[in-house]
């Protein structure tokens, strides 16, 4: 995650560059696109994660916070 996380933020970095430089919009947008999707996709994985491990565990023992801890979660990404 950490990984992923830091080239998210290396690749925002490069994007705000960008437009301190006056570069091309078109191109910014789809730079903007890519770090978006690379912090979308991240979110997927920890909660695919969260999923496997946590919920599983949550639902075994019969912890339904949990599960409604993740549905408020899933709400928030998803917006």
Known sequence: MINRLSRAIGHLESVKRMVERGEDCSEVLIQLAAVRNAINNTGKVIMKNHISHCI???IEEN??????????AIDCFIK
């Open 56 to 58: 599983v565990e949550a």
């Open 63 to 72: 912890d339904m916070a949990a599960v409604d801890a993740l549905n408020d």
